[in-house]
């Protein structure tokens, strides 16, 4: 099944993330291991400064096994059904493990692509330096206005 995960990274982690994604560790350990470096890749970061991606995930409750690697670095503020559950054919039963082989996430990611801006060269250009606990910045090193999630 596909997800749309929107997260904002947790403050002062930031550059845990960065080395993180640069040492091509984040992730490791889980059976989803190269996945999460491909989400951030594809990520991106909206006005409301959400990280936004699509992710593949098998796991009867969404995100369950990945859940405790993104927690690490993000608080995943929203994910939901990237599409129709009944359209899924790993998820209808008819096909298992269709995901893999699914044109649907590169889809999605086109259509992500043209909303906000690249989450990680925004992490990059921030020196990973975004938020402190008095003052929520984001990751443009600007100040977070306190507004509802708006969308991209």
Not at 8 to 36: C, H
Not at 64 to 93: I, M, S
Request: with cysteine.
């Amino acid at each position: 099944m596909r997800y749309l995960v929107r997260a904002r990274v947790n403050p002062g982690r930031e550059a845990d993330l960065l080395k993180a994604i640069d040492s091509e560790t984040l992730g490791q350990g889980s059976v989803a291991e190269g996945e999460y470096l491909r989400n951030m890749q594809e990520a991106r970061l909206c006005e409301d400064d959400t990280a936004r991606w699509v992710e593949i995930c098998y796991c009867p409750t969404p995100l369950q096994e990945e859940r405790p690697y993104w927690e690490q670095y993000f608080d995943l503020t929203r994910v939901q059904d990237a599409h129709d559950r009944r359209k899924c054919r790993d998820h209808n039963g008819t096909e298992p493990w269709a995901c893999s082989g699914c044109d649907c996430t590169a889809r999605l990611e086109d259509k992500l692509k043209n909303t906000g801006s690249s989450f990680i060269e925004s992490l990059r250009s921030s020196e990973g330096t975004l938020l402190t606990r008095d003052k929520p910045m984001n990751v443009r090193g600007e100040n977070r206005p306190n507004q509802a999630d708006r969308g991209c």
